[in-house]
């Protein structure tokens, strides 16, 4: 089954503890996308991929990392998380054309305390 | 300016009326247009897309594109009580190569 696996589904933490939010796809998709939605706010991109260590900041990429080592995964990391990362975070991925259709993981909620 | 614009909601229909949801774009380029429906605490999925101007109908709902007014619709007939959800408005923004989403328009189908 063509689906993208997001882990975990639900993460409460503190202020300063590193964090890492995995994802994979198994479609052999090259684009890949990390968004957050707040109420109000819709989906904000946070990174994306267009390949195997090809990766660009979105919107709001400020307080994350992400890796792009394999075309199946990726993490997204919160070196140091705060308060205002608390959200519910998205990972996405597609082929590469415009018109390709966008597969979602299920979601993280992600609490920082 | 926002890249992508949905008239706020919420939208309140009653069963069987159509809802009608608006989505205005920034980016005079833009070549696809996409409608997502998410429901309460499920990931979005997508309903429709839409790639040149004019209607494009599938089942119940009607996706109508007008470039010119930068301007995307969606229509959903004979609305369902299983119809209530948020729908995102999505543009690819090509400047970029990235998909931008707009806040959403939560509509709730009243039986």
């Known amino acids: 089954e063509a689906q993208v696996t997001q882990n975990p589904r639900y993460l409460i933490t503190v202020t300063g503890k590193k964090l890492t939010v995995t994802c994979s796809q198994n479609?052999?998709?090259?684009?890949m996308s990390w968004y957050r939605q707040d109420p109000g706010l819709g989906l904000r991109q946070i990174y994306y991929?267009?390949?195997?260590?090809?990766?660009d900041k979105g919107d709001v990429p400020e307080g994350y990392k992400v890796s792009r080592k394999e075309k199946r995964n990726f993490p997204l990391i919160l070196e140091s998380p705060s308060p205002n990362q608390t959200s519910l975070y998205f990972c996405?991925?597609?082929?590469?054309?415009?018109?390709?259709?966008?597969?979602f993981g299920s979601g993280t909620q992600l609490s920082v305390l | 300016q926002k890249e992508v614009e949905q008239n706020s909601g919420p939208l309140s229909v009653p069963e069987g009326a159509i809802a009608s949801l608006n989505c205005t774009y920034s980016?005079?380029?833009?070549?696809?247009f996409f409608w997502y429906r998410q429901y309460s605490g499920k990931s979005p999925e997508l309903i429709m897309s839409?790639?040149?101007?004019g209607d494009k109908e599938d089942g119940r709902f009607t996706a109508q594109l007008n470039k010119a007014s930068q301007y995307v619709s969606l229509l959903i007939r004979d609305s369902q009580p299983s119809d209530s959800a948020t729908y995102l408005c999505a543009v690819n923004i090509l400047s970029d190569y990235k998909l931008s989403f707009g806040a959403g328009t939560t509509v709730t189908v009243r039986a």
């Open positions: 479609m052999n998709h090259e684009y």
């Open positions: 839409i790639y040149s101007n």
């Open positions: 980016d005079r380029v833009s070549q696809s």
């Open positions: 991929s267009m390949n195997v260590e090809v990766t």
């Open positions: 996405a991925s597609s082929g590469l054309a415009t018109n390709e259709k966008l597969f």
